[in-house]
T-cell receptor, first 112, second 113 residues
C-alpha cells in the first residue's frame, strides 16, 4: 500500500518562498504529483516528477528523491492567491497504476 | 471544451434515499474516477474506470455503484444513503498513459440527514 505524510498547515509571508514537504511509504510507484485546491474549489494539477530531481514551472518547482522517500513543492514569490491546500499524490506501479493515492493536504496561508 | 462537468452542485438527501451523481467529460479521456473528500481531508477513491464497460473498486466503494456505458459519462449511484456519505464528491478524468494528471469537475456537495 501507499501512505503519504504532509504538514497540515503552513503560513508564509507574501513575496517569500515556502516549501511543502511530502514523505511517503510505498511498495513502488511511477511518480509524484502535486495538486492545488482553493477553498470550495476543485483540485487542479500543478506538477509531476517521474524522475529524481527538480521540475520547474514558473513560480512553482517540485522535487523528488526516491532514495529518501521524499518530495517537496516549492512556491516562490508568494502571492495572496497562492493561499490554498496543496496535495501530493503517488501513482503506484503494478496493478494500481491507473490510480492516484493522495496525501491529506497542506493548507497554506499567505499573509501580508 | 467544458472539461469535466458534474450535476447537481448541491443536494440534501434523507437517510435511506437514493440518488445518482452525474459526470461527463468532453476530452475523450479513457480514465475516469470518483473521489470523496471529507472536511480537512484528502481525496479517497471510490471507483474508477479505464474505459467504456470497465469499472473497478477504489479504496472506499461500499454504498456506491458505478457504470460506464460511454467514454463521456461515468455516473455514481448512491443506494440507501447514510449520514456517513455526507461529503463532497469529485469526478475526474485522465488520458491513457498520463493518469498522474487528472482533470477534476467542480464537485457535488451532498448532505445526508
Amino acid at each position: 500500500g501507499q501512505s503519504l505524510e504532509q504538514p497540515s498547515e503552513v503560513t508564509a509571508v507574501e513575496g517569500a518562498i515556502v516549501q511543502i514537504n511530502c514523505t511517503y511509504q510505498t511498495s513502488g510507484f511511477y511518480g509524484l504529483s502535486w495538486y492545488q485546491q482553493h477553498d470550495g474549489g476543485a483540485p487542479t494539477f500543478l506538477s509531476y516528477n517521474a524522475l529524481d530531481g527538480l521540475e520547474e514551472t514558473g513560480r512553482f518547482s517540485s522535487f523528488l528523491s526516491r532514495s529518501d522517500s521524499y518530495g517537496y513543492l516549492l512556491l516562490q514569490e508568494l502571492q495572496m492567491k497562492d493561499s490554498a491546500s496543496y496535495f501530493c499524490a503517488v501513482r503506484p506501479s503494478g496493478a494500481g497504476s491507473y490510480q492516484l493515492t493522495f496525501g491529506k493536504g497542506t493548507k497554506l496561508s499567505v499573509i501580508p | 471544451n467544458a472539461g469535466v462537468t458534474q450535476t447537481p452542485k448541491f443536494r440534501i438527501l434523507k437517510i435511506g434515499q437514493s440518488m445518482t451523481l452525474q459526470c461527463t467529460q468532453d476530452m475523450n479521456h479513457n480514465y475516469m474516477y470518483w473521489y470523496r473528500q471529507d472536511p480537512g481531508m484528502g481525496l479517497k477513491l471510490i471507483y474508477y474506470s479505464v474505459g467504456a464497460g470497465i469499472t473497478d473498486k477504489g479504496e472506499v466503494p461500499n454504498g456506491y455503484n458505478v457504470s460506464r456505458s460511454t467514454t463521456e459519462d461515468f455516473p455514481l449511484r448512491l443506494e440507501l444513503a447514510a449520514p456517513s456519505q455526507t461529503s463532497v464528491y469529485f469526478c475526474a478524468s485522465g488520458s491513457q498513459g498520463a493518469s498522474y494528471e487528472q482533470y477534476f469537475g467542480p464537485g457535488t456537495r451532498l448532505t445526508v440527514t
